[in-house]
């Protein structure tokens, strides 16, 4: 059974810095797409960044220019590096992948992947 395990989340003060990372284990199933969301209290998950196998990046308005997403495809990890963190990115961060190639206008769309992690707390405070 294959298994998401995000990393990395924490206490950053504003203006800070922290990167994330997502390792599936439990299995040699080869993800396509892998990505992050984020989910801040009392609102619903959003679309953070996503890669593909291939190389193809995307990402949220909001992290564009702040955030990086990268991947490694012969481990199975996929990592977010956040930059100049605002009190709004706090959230859970979850990792989420599906097997199969998600086409342009699926990747930010929560219900096209099939595999999530538990989520990583990120805060971002004085």
């Known amino acids: 059974q294959v298994q998401l395990a995000e990393s990395g989340g924490g206490l950053v003060q504003p203006g800070g810095s922290l990167g994330l990372s997502c390792s599936a284990s439990?299995?040699?199933?080869?993800?396509?797409?892998m990505g992050w969301f984020r989910q801040a209290p009392g609102k619903e998950r959003e679309f953070v960044a996503t890669?593909?196998?291939?190389?193809?990046?995307y990402y949220a308005e909001s992290a564009r220019g702040r955030f990086t997403i990268s991947r490694d495809n012969a481990e199975n990890t996929v990592y977010l590096q956040m930059n100049s963190l605002n009190p709004e990115d706090t959230a859970v961060y979850y990792c989420?992948?599906?097997?199969?190639?998600?086409?342009?206008?699926?990747?930010?769309?929560?219900?096209?992947?099939?595999?999530w992690g538990q989520g990583t707390q990120v805060t971002v405070s004085s």
């Open positions: 989420a992948a599906n097997i199969n190639r998600l086409i342009t206008s699926s990747v930010r769309n929560p219900q096209m992947y099939s595999y």
């Open positions: 439990g299995s040699t199933v080869r993800f396509d797409t």
């Open positions: 890669t593909r196998r291939s190389g193809g990046t």
